[in-house]
């Protein structure tokens, strides 16, 4: 099996092209490529696929191989993945996703991608679609107890689900510990991304995060989205939010006219290989 490996601000995929590979088992794939020891080393397995809706699949991964709808530094990486491999030679693209058809915007430098931004939709509050077992329209800094500690939580989905909690200082945060622990809390009946946010000023926050089905990760651009959206309404900064994660920064960017997140951030090719992993 032929693979590429990408990263966007060190959120690490093992991507395969399968206009041309075949991938029998892709949860099993995931979890032996996406080990950093006996594998390749990564976040998960994203497959790039046909599509007959958009002009491309992205099937994703994580690495424990459950499936996942939605990546925003993946998605990215799929983008220059099909330009800079001259799958397309478009730069306004359209990717099909377990979240819906995404549209995308490449910024082409050196005749490669440098760097994307995703029109990345439109926030999910209603419990029910995230899901998250609460009452009301919406969760926005309700208590929750984890180890001992009340917590303030608010959920967006963005595709998938986030639990945003604001603390004051994100190095200080035990994420091996609690993060699991917000991962599986019964009030996530399909489990959760947990966003840990120290609020910098009115435009700048720093996060921490734990994926769910990957542990923490160096950057997730949904949690990104989902975090922002989780600080305005919080009335904690504004729309255009520049997010600092372990791995590099992402740009937010809040369409209240459109009630849409657009989402900018860097894109790069580390390796081409080729393994027996998928046999």
Known sequence: MKFTKMQGCGNDYVYVNCFKEKVDNPEETARIASDRHFGIGSDGLILIKPSQKADFTMDMYNA????????????????????????????????????????????????????????????????????????????????????????????????????????EDTKAVNIEKIGPLFEHHSLFPERTNTEFIHVVDRNTIDMRVWERGSGETLACGTGACASVYACIRNGFTQDFVTVRLLGGELKIQYDREKNTIFMTGPAVTVFDGETNLNQ
């Open 64 to 167: 424990d191989g459950s499936r996942s709808q939605m990546c925003g530094n993946g998605i990215r990486c799929v983008a220059k993945y099909v330009y800079d491999y001259g799958l397309t030679d478009k730069r306004h693209i359209s990717i099909e996703t377990g979240a819906g058809i995404k549209y995308l915007d490449l910024k082409v430098e050196d005749k490669k991608v440098a760097e994307v931004t995703v029109d990345m939709g439109t926030p999910v509050t209603q419990p029910k679609r995230i899901p998250v077992l609460a009452d009301g329209e919406e969760v926005v800094a309700m208590p929750v107890i984890v180890a001992d500690t009340v917590y303030s939580l608010t959920c967006v989905s963005m595709g998938n689900p986030h639990a945003v909690i604001f603390v």
